[in-house]
């Protein structure tokens, strides 16, 4: 059986956003990074809302780093 692992990105009086799909509150660090890379290792599938996967979409053409393991 897979594993279903969720996380969100919530600020600390409980906003996902700002207006504007505003997420300049957010700080990406190095401890998430680890965190990210740990459990993408065991993820058979990603799952995204459609408003993330738009915005993600623009990044991931141009992005640097690990490659999935093939």
Not at 8 to 31: K, N, Q, R, T, Y
Not at 43 to 48: N, P, S
Not at 52 to 63: D, G, K, L, R, V
């Amino acid at each position: 059986m897979r594993k279903v692992i969720m996380w969100d990105m919530v600020s600390v009086d409980g906003l996902f956003e700002a207006p504007g799909h505003d997420i300049g509150w957010f700080v990406f660090e190095d401890e998430l990074a680890a965190y990210i890379r740990e459990t993408q290792l065991e993820a058979g599938a990603l799952l995204f809302g459609r408003v993330t996967y738009e915005m993600m979409a623009t990044y991931w053409p141009s992005a640097e780093g690990r490659s999935p393991p093939s």
